[in-house]
């Protein structure tokens, strides 16, 4: 089984940046961190950014957050980061690291294909 534990959310202004990490233990060769996802209040959960697999780097961003936020991993690949500039005040969430199984490859917009799921870390834009 893997944990998930994300930190560095927080309140920022609009135009602001935030560092989220999330860093995975336990039985890590079962699944890695690959994706993050957020949730606003009385929104469904949206994917941010993802790896499309376990070894490659190629990333898939959505549209609203690309050219701001950035994914990224550890050479072990057991920490996933998410670099996220010019905040804007829709970007407020909680915002959840996601794990799954080496074999999935490609993206996943639904997050159906992620097992492991962080407890979250809020992230609050003010205008």
């Known amino acids: 089984q893997v944990q998930l534990v994300e930190s560095g959310g927080g309140v920022v202004q609009a135009g602001g940046s935030l560092r989220l990490s999330c860093v995975s233990s336990g039985r890590t060769f079962e699944s890695y961190p690959m994706g993050w996802f957020r949730q606003a209040p009385g929104k469904e959960r949206e994917f941010v950014a993802q790896f499309r697999d376990w070894i490659e780097d190629r990333t898939y961003t959505r549209d609203s957050v690309r050219g701001r936020f950035t994914i990224s991993r550890d050479s072990a690949k057991t920490t996933l980061y998410l670099q996220m500039n010019n905040l804007k005040p829709e970007d407020t969430a909680v915002y959840y690291c996601?794990?799954?199984?080496?074999?999935?490859?490609?993206?996943?917009?639904?997050?159906?294909?992620?097992?492991?799921w962080g407890q979250g870390t809020q992230v609050t834009v003010s205008s």
């Open positions: 996601a794990a799954r199984p080496r074999h999935f490859r490609g993206t996943d917009d639904n997050g159906e294909t992620y097992d492991t």
